[in-house]
């Protein structure tokens, strides 16, 4: 059973700084292209950053710069430091796996909010 469980996720004040993480099971994590997005009510779900199985990372341009995208293959795991955080950044913050061999997995979600 593949799991993806994402964390790190609150309320911050503009400006401030947030780390997300996403530990999967289940899957040959090093294989995997490993994503951040994030759905804002009433918004589609956006890619926001991405980190390639050998470590080639991209980013949206609203984030570039301020967003940092990680992993560490011996702990299954991928990370995305938020610093100087905008109230535009306030989303649902998902972890995907993928795709590999047509396979796709989603994380449950974590709630980002950026507010005074």
């Known amino acids: 059973q593949v799991q993806l469980v994402e964390s790190g996720g609150g309320l911050v004040q503009p400006g401030g700084s947030l780390r997300l993480s996403c530990t999967a099971s289940g899957i040959r994590f090093s294989l995997y292209r490993m994503g951040w997005y994030r759905q804002a009510p009433g918004k589609q779900r956006e890619l926001v950053a991405g980190?390639?199985?050998?470590?080639?990372?991209n980013y949206a341009d609203s984030v570039k710069g301020r967003f940092t995208i990680s992993r560490d293959n011996a702990k299954n795991t991928v990370w995305l430091q938020m610093n100087s955080l905008k109230s535009d950044d306030t989303a649902v913050y998902f972890c995907k796996a993928g795709p590999y061999n047509s396979m796709a997995y989603w994380g449950q979600g974590t709630q980002v909010t950026v507010s005074s």
């Open positions: 980190v390639s199985n050998g470590g080639g990372t």
